[in-house]
């Protein structure tokens, strides 16, 4: 017992002795640029594992041993720093901004993470922040512009719209176009944004050459963006409050319409349609009704988050609660949403494991848009007469079932009357598992599994009031859908360095499985005051014209892969990546499900290379070279022919809808690619040159046929060739650079040339359009229009031998150009002085034309009974002889004409996309407060548009504007961002 006494005695004196030899070291890690404290910098004592990282106010507090003699300091983006310890316990520490590791960031895939010094395949990073900052209802609205290779545009301007996108143009004929998504490992859907708060974003990764794309094998063949969420950082609790409120308008019109003294004028001088009387007359000319101030009107727009992040070396937390309500520039439109996130990550021992869950609700009231029918509202804007009202004196509609004099619904009436509403809900869930194999360093086991639910609620009502409803006495519908989508990931992951080789690479199996399913129903007669079921009038046999209607689909559908990647690099100057996949899709025939591919690329880091190091002015220079294939699949599944349900003599019965093949195999796409990135001046201007040549084989193609053979007209199948192959160009310039001020310029440009090489039915006409090999998708063909017969005021063409008629043949039609701008891209500035900072994004959409089909409808001498362009007060007359407007005679001379050139306009434009002006207070200010950081601003959007294009916006998707056009709206906002 004396011996064990003796033996405790020492060992607490030893312990107690080690103790007592430590010490703390505090201080603070502040970036010499501009004073700030920099969180989250590593402060490690060398030759030991002791170590902290620095917290929201850049400070630290470490205990190190006695022997101790050094602290090295670094963070990813500035030169790392060793200090001697020495006798003093505060250490304060300043570091510069590191060029050469600001080039060696990471490229996140979705899959892994890479040095992009190390990495060959052809990526763009998207700040997150200029994202947010933009109170878009759909995020990738906010992509324009940004990154090159990237065109987006707006798919109208409805609160909560998606966009279109497409990376490096169309690659498919008549199958998908749309790049994949990827949020924290997991697949979701492009047309679900309006449930997804982009202020969670920590960052936004462009994936769209072979080697980047091929890890995702046939879901990449359209491009992949990659987006992470924010997760906890290290230190004390931080919490974040942002707040945005501002006003929106309508657009400059640019396609004008006469007012009541023209239009009443022109009908009296062309036959005085309604008969009015010299009294009617001059009481119809003082009228002038705005349609566009009773549609239209001043949204307003709120936004506010508040988030939270606080974490160790093990524990990591992140959580945000978010809020949006904008009004659309069109009455009774808008979108309200209410998202929730929550990201944790943990590190137990060997085992790394996090959890995201993101939950989203969304009210969205929208309105037809997009088409030349009578019934929707915004066609009011153009067609309805304006010495025509919406509301009589007494308050209530002008209408005769719901039409005006002129047989033109009252567009005031369709849009508050009728009801268009859909309620979303959205989860998001994702969960990993990493173990660390501690046998071998560097292996690691890691499983990903993920979820995307979808559940969308529509609701309809169409007052027995309009002219929509009044035939069956009103409608109400209500669909149901959801979609369930889950992606489940395992691999086998290596990452190690050893002498001058780096190797990187894993073994992976995924599933992805989709499940949709719908339903709905109409019911009619609704005449009884009540907007719901309740309304419903019940229908029988002899009151079939109330009988309801029902429907209802569903799919499922499934991906299984086994993949491999391989990053090494050698000597830190020559870098091999390879990806090679096998896809097994349900979407194809038994015989056909499976395919295989695979990319390659290699990086030289020539900056590093002894005949270039010695450079003082070249900072980074690397020549990257990749080649692949990846597949595409049909969006649809059409081994089997197609069933839908029929009703003949009162007996139910199914009908195939269209025919199967089972031969249909995968689309795929071969893409080569070369880039150069630099940077001269320790980066004071760097940017990226890239060209690359994608071709798409094996279109899905659906081919005519004699439909007495089947009974279809088409028969889907693989045929024909599609290439897109294009320049893109990125620069970025610090113009001016000192610690007080700044101004820094970055421009992207990109042109890509799609032609179509082979289809088994050249030159098949599409509406105002032609599939032609030798052009691009999207070609208009329409009869050249060349003016007026001065001296008939007849319309004259342009034969194919050259000559002049005015005989219409549309044997004469040519092609003349597409509606995808070969040409597009965006410029960048930002000034900052001190606290205050000021951007501004200048994107544009060039060499680009479309059908101007609104102008037609308001061109056409047939339909003079409606308002009609103001230009047509210009038409031929024996004493207005030049013009370019043909002569009013619906009886005599040549007829009107729709499918002429007179109509294709030049959609390029330029768009001041945002401006933002702001201050961030500096922290010293705050201190007092108890405020860790703020920030206020005040952002435009779409503010200046130039264009020829003629309409209220000319970023139209399509080759047609038909009509019913919701213009992307102008907005000015006020922004406030607090930290604590």
């Known amino acids: 017992m004396k011996k064990l006494l003796q033996s405790l005695f020492i060992l607490l004196f030893v312990a107690t002795t080690a103790m007592a030899q430590n010490r703390t070291i505090t201080g603070t890690v502040t970036a010499k640029e501009d004073g700030l404290p920099l969180p989250g910098v590593s402060v490690k004592v060398r030759g030991t594992n002791v170590g902290v990282s620095t917290g929201a106010d850049g400070k630290f507090a470490v205990s190190v041993p006695a022997n101790a003699t050094v602290l090295e300091i670094s963070s990813i983006g500035y030169t790392a720093q060793t200090v001697t310890i020495g006798t003093s316990n505060t250490i304060n520490v300043s570091l510069d901004t590191d060029s050469k590791s600001l080039n060696e960031v990471v490229v996140t895939t979705g899959y892994t993470t ?160 309604y008969e009015w009387t010299d009294e009617q007359a001059d009481s119809l000319r003082a009228v002038n009704f705005s349609w566009k101030d009773a549609l239209f009107q001043t949204g307003a727009t709120q936004q506010h988050q508040i988030s939270a992040s606080a974490g160790s070396e093990k ?41 995201g869950l993101q939950g989203g609700y969304s009210n969205r009231n929208n309105t037809l848009e997009g088409d030349a029918v009578t019934n929707m509202p915004l066609n009011a804007i153009r067609w309805s007469n304006p010495y025509e009202v919406d509301r009589l004196p007494d308050g209530s509609y002008n209408n005769f079932r719901g039409n005006l004099l002129s047989g033109q619904p009252n567009g005031a009436m369709e849009l508050f009357e009728n009801k268009r509403n859909t309620k979303q809900l959205k989860g998001i869930g994702t969960a990993y598992l990493e173990y660390h194999i501690p046998a071998v360093e560097g292996l690691y086991a890691r499983t990903n599994w993920g979820i995307d639910y979808t559940q969308n609620e529509g609701d309809t009502y169409i007052s027995p009031i309009t002219s929509t409803g009044f035939a069956r006495q009103g409608s109400l519908t209500r669909s149901m859908s959801r979609n369930f989508r889950y992606t489940g990931t395992s691999s086998l992951n290596y990452k190690n360095t050893f002498d001058k080789h780096e190797l990187n690479g894993g073994v992976f199996f995924e599933v992805v499985k989709n499940d949709y399913r719908t339903f709905g129903f109409s019911g ?47 000597n ?35 900056d590093r290379e002894d005949f270039v190091k010695d450079i003082a002015w070249i900072s980074q220079l690397n020549l990257r070279a990749s080649y692949g294939t990846s597949g595409n699949q049909p969006i649809n599944e059409y081994p089997l022919s197609q069933l839908t349900k029929t009703a003949y003599a009162g007996v139910t019965a199914w009908i195939p809808t269209i025919s199967g093949n089972q031969l249909l195999t995968w689309e795929t796409n071969k893409t080569f690619n070369v880039g150069l990135d630099f940077g001269l001046f320790k980066n004071r201007l760097s940017g990226t040159l890239e060209y690359y040549n994608r071709l798409a084989n094996n279109q899905f193609y659906n081919v005519p046929v004699d439909p007495s053979v089947s ?36 421009a992207n440009i990109s042109y890509n040339q799609n032609k179509i090489l082979s289809l088994p039915e050249n030159n098949r006409i599409e509406g105002e359009t032609i599939l032609s090999e030798g052009s691009p998708r999207n070609t208009l063909f329409l009869v050249p229009y060349v003016g007026v017969d001065p001296a008939t005021g007849n319309a004259l063409y342009r034969k194919l031998d050259g000559t002049i008629t005015p005989d219409f043949d549309a044997n004469d039609k040519v092609k003349l150009g597409t509606s995808d701008a070969p040409w597009f891209g965006g410029i960048t500035t930002r000034f900052a002085y001190k606290g205050f900072d000021l951007s501004a994004q200048l994107n544009f959409f060039l060499d680009r034309v479309m059908y101007n089909a609104d102008l037609v409808n308001l061109t056409r001498p047939d339909y003079f009974y409606d308002n009609l362009a103001a230009e047509m007060l210009n038409e031929w007359t024996p004493t207005n002889t030049n013009t370019n407007v043909p002569r009013f005679d619906p009886s005599g001379g040549n007829d009107f004409q729709a499918e002429t050139s007179r109509f294709v306009e030049d959609a390029s434009f330029w768009r001041l996309r945002n401006v933002t002006l702001g201050y961030t207070f500096r922290p010293a200010l705050l201190s007092s407060l108890k405020i860790r950081s703020a920030r206020v601003f005040v952002q435009g959007q779409n503010l200046w548009t130039s264009t020829k294009f003629r309409s209220f916006d000319p970023e139209a998707t399509g080759s047609v504007l038909a009509g019913a056009q919701y213009p992307s709206l102008v907005q000015a906002t006020f922004g406030l961002s607090i930290g604590f």
Do not use: H
């Open 315 to 355: 524990s990591k937390v992140y959580g945000s609660l978010s809020f949006l309500d904008q009004d659309g520039i069109v009455r009774t439109t808008g979108l309200k949403r209410y998202t929730a996130r929550l990201n944790m990550d943990n590190i137990v021992n060997n085992f790394r494991f996090g959890l």
């Open 524 to 570: 009619f007669g609704l005449d009884n005051g009540f907007p719901n079921e309740t309304g419903i009038t019940p229908g029988s046999a002899a009151n079939e014209n109330y009988i309801p209607t029902v429907n209802g689909n569903g799919n499922q559908t499934g991906l299984m892969s086994v993949f491999a990647s391989l990053n090494y690099g050698y």
């Open 114 to 273: 890479i040095n992009r010094k190390a990495f060959s395949g052809a990526t763009a990073t998207v700040s997150t922040a200029e994202v947010a900052k933009q109170t878009f209802g759909s995020f990738d609205q906010a992509l324009q512009g940004s990154a090159s290779g990237v065109s987006v545009t707006a798919n109208g301007g409805q609160p909560g719209q998606n966009a279109v996108v497409r990376i490096r143009g169309n690659g498919s004929i008549s199958g998908n176009n749309v790049p994949l998504y990827i949020m924290d490992g997991v697949e979701i859907s492009a047309a679900d944004f309006q449930s997804v708060n982009q202020g969670d974003f920590e960052s936004i990764e462009v994936l769209k050459d072979a080697v980047s794309t091929g890890i995702y094998g046939s879901r990449g063949a359209n491009g992949v963006i990659v987006i992470t969420t924010k997760k906890g950082k290290v230190g004390q609790l931080q919490i974040n409050y942002d707040l945005q409120v501002g006003r929106s308008k309508m657009p400059e019109d640019r396609l004008i319409v006469m007012n009541s003294q023209q239009k009443i004028d022109y009908e009296l001088r062309n036959g005085n349609p």
């Open 572 to 606: 830190s100057k020559y870098y091999i990546n390879a990806v090679i996949r096998r896809d097994g899709s349900s979407r194809f025939g038994l015989d056909r499900r499976w395919a295989n591919f695979g990319s390659i690329g290699a990086t030289w880091a020539i």
């Open 711 to 746: 009974g279809f007209p088409t028969v889907p199948g693989n045929f024909g060739d599609l290439r897109n192959r294009g320049v893109e160009f990125s620069l970025r310039g610090d113009v001016i650079k000192t610690t007080e001020f700044s101004w820094n310029l970055g």
